[in-house]
């Protein structure tokens, strides 16, 4: 059973900068992170292959956020930069053992385990 762990959520003004962390009780495969607000679907916003570095953005965050692990590889960021009202949302670490083809990454049906969550909010 893989523990996940976050933290670095806060409220900032827009143009701010946060980053969050996500430390795992042992590597995995891809490690990412989701965001959700109430009465929505979770949405993928970035993923990181643990063993090669190879990163996959959402759209809405390409440019503006970078994922990122340390050496041990168990512990995994979200520099998210030139922060928007929009970007406003409970932020999810997810992790999945095995791997993922395409587009499924996005999906939260496809990792196992998933940490309590860290709410960042964003302010006009």
């Known amino acids: 059973q893989v523990q996940l762990q976050e933290s670095g959520g806060g409220s900032v003004q827009a143009g701010a900068s946060l980053r969050l962390s996500c430390t795992a009780s042992?590597?995995?495969?891809?490690m990412a992170w989701f965001r959700q607000n109430p009465g929505k679907e979770r949405e993928g916003v970035a993923i990181?292959?643990?063993?090669?570095?190879?990163?996959v953005y959402a759209d809405s965050v390409k440019d503006r956020f970078t994922i990122s692990q340390d050496t041990p590889k168990t512990t995994m960021y979200l520099q998210m930069n030139t922060l928007k009202p929009e970007d406003t949302s409970m932020y999810f670490c997810?992790?999945?053992?095995?791997?993922?083809?395409?587009?499924?990454?996005?999906?939260?049906?496809?990792?196992?385990?998933w940490g309590q969550g860290t709410q960042v909010t964003v302010s006009s």
């Open positions: 997810a992790a999945a053992t095995g791997p993922l083809y395409g587009d499924s990454w996005r999906f939260s049906k496809f990792y196992a385990y």
């Open positions: 990181i292959r643990t063993g090669t570095g190879r990163t």
């Open positions: 042992e590597r995995t495969y891809y």
